[in-house]
Nanobody, 123 residues
Framework: VQLQASGGGLVQAGGSLRLSCTAT????????TAWFRQAPGKEREFVAA??????TLRYADSVKGRFTISRDKNTLYLQMNFLKPEDTAVYYC???????????????????WGPGTLVTVSS
């Protein structure tokens, strides 16, 4: 599976962006799909995930109530509202069909990654 992310950019604090991640797979319904991010000088961190068949959603505490993950056929989305400067990072989408529910927030478990898209939030 190949992934291509888009939608990053520069936005002021309080603004919104929508990230998209399109897969070469016909559908992502049977995949675990997630967004991770890596800020400058920091380790990669989990942002949000949706399980196969969309039965379960998970969010990092830092983005709950502001970010929404969704997907449609072969595209994964991340709607980001009320952005903060600390949301500045390169955002990566990831998918895998072999995970279990308890590991869906662990980036080390995902085999397929997009190239990343930069989100910069100015204060």
């Amino acid at each position: 599976v190949q992934l291509q992310a888009s939608g990053g950019g520069l936005v002021q604090a309080g603004g919104s962006l929508r990230l998209s991640c399109t897969a070469t797979a016909r559908t992502l319904n049977a995949y675990y799909t997630a967004w991770f991010r890596q800020a400058p000088g920091k380790e990669r961190e989990f942002v949000a995930a949706v399980s196969r068949f969309a039965s379960t959603l998970r969010y990092a505490d830092s983005v709950k109530g502001r970010f929404t993950i969704s997907r449609d056929k072969n595209t994964l989305y991340l709607q980001m509202n009320f952005l903060k400067p600390e949301d500045t990072a390169v955002y990566y989408c990831a998918v895998d069909s072999q995970l279990i529910l308890s590991s869906m927030t662990d980036g080390n478990q995902y085999d397929y990654w997009g190239p990343g898209t930069l989100v910069t939030v100015s204060s």
